[in-house]
Nanobody
């Protein structure tokens, strides 16, 4: 299984970014998936999850601003981020709990920098 994250970059506060995590070797439609982030000097924290059944959950800090989704055609896990704040800065990692292989996989991370 390989996970390739993309879409990070630098944006001003209030702006938007869309992260995408393209998967190969697993079918994300049937997997539990998530996005995590790690700010500089801090531990990795859970941002958003989507179960294989489509249920979603979000960290309180991003509710109403971030949306996790799956793209069946691209076999990807996406994270739409809006109304970004400087506190949203960090390296974002996708995580896929593969139903096929019975284990969890991580993407390589993509850097998001939000300037004030």
């Amino acid at each position: 299984v390989q996970l390739q994250a993309s879409g990070g970059g630098m944006v001003q506060a209030g702006g938007s970014l869309r992260l995408s995590c393209a998967a190969s070797g697993t079918v994300v439609r049937t997997d539990d998936v998530a996005w995590y982030r790690r700010a500089s000097g801090q531990q990795r924290e859970l941002v958003a999850t989507m179960s294989r059944g489509g249920s979603t959950d979000y960290a309180e800090s991003v509710k109403g601003r971030f949306t996790i989704s799956k793209d069946r055609r691209k076999n990807s896990v996406d994270l739409q981020m809006s109304s970004l704040k400087p506190d949203d800065s960090g390296v974002y990692y996708c995580n896929v709990n593969s139903t096929r292989w019975g284990r969890s996989y991580w993407g390589q991370g993509t850097l998001v920098t939000v300037s004030s």
